[in-house]
């Protein structure tokens, strides 16, 4: 069954480093996103990415955001410059164009800890 | 109000128990409803996508309720493998826009 994949699994940072999360999205699927959890709250969603753009964000993706998909592959999420409260589960997701029906599949996630 | 709203539990329940998770969403122009499923510290997986008719999985049946905003999930039989944290998914309104989902319904099912 064809899978997201991220890494790294865990990421430890202190405050003010930069971090770039990857993922490899399902092949054929059109869109991606990227969804935290901060541990014990819900599943928020970051932004979706279409077209070689971002298609919309959340409040939570401010300027310290960015997302790339540098090549055929691979798609990222940098934060510039880390704070304690973007220690999280970084979720990467990808759909089809039939994302209304399957939903999205998700990767395993990055575990960030920004001390 | 809250975009996706559910009871977090804790549900416990014994095997073979039959139990229902309820949920309620608030923007009247979403389309896409689901069911996932979240282990600990793990990924969420879908279960099941919800149809406006209902629809039916094994064990498992989703219902939808457009008029009150509503949907629901009705595990029969539960296994110890049920245990698991279930959430709510509904799109945020019309058209292709992002996910948005609950807090989660914590199901132990008990040997």
């Known amino acids: 069954e064809p899978e997201v994949t991220q890494t790294p699994s865990h990421q430890v940072t202190q405050m003010g480093q930069e971090v770039i999360l990857r993922c490899v999205p399902i092949s054929n699927h059109l869109y991606f996103y990227w969804y935290r959890q901060i541990l014990g709250q819900k599943v928020e969603f970051l932004v979706s990415?279409?077209?070689?753009?971002?298609?919309?964000k959340s409040e939570i993706f401010d300027d310290q955001f960015s997302v790339e998909r540098p090549d055929g592959s691979n798609f990222t999420l940098k934060i510039r410059s880390t704070k304690l409260e973007d220690s999280a589960m970084y979720f990467c997701a990808s759909s089809s164009d039939r994302a209304l029906n399957y939903g999205y599949t998700f990767g395993s996630g990055t575990r960030l800890t920004v001390v | 109000r809250k975009e996706v709203e559910q009871d977090p539990g804790p549900f416990n329940v014994p095997e073979g128990a039959t139990v229902a998770f309820n949920c309620t969403y608030s923007?009247?122009?979403?389309?896409?409803f689901f069911w996932y499923r979240q282990d600990c510290r793990k990924e969420p997986k879908l279960l099941m996508s919800v149809y406006s008719s209902g629809n039916e999985d094994g064990r498992f049946t989703a219902q939808l309720n457009r008029a009150s905003q509503y949907i629901s999930l009705l595990i029969r039989d539960s296994k110890l493998s049920d245990s698991a944290t279930y959430l709510c998914v509904v799109n945020r309104r019309s058209g292709n826009t992002p996910l948005v989902f609950g807090k989660g319904t914590r199901l132990s099912v008990i040997a």
């Open positions: 923007n009247s122009a979403s389309q896409s």
């Open positions: 990415f279409y077209n070689n753009e971002i298609s919309e």
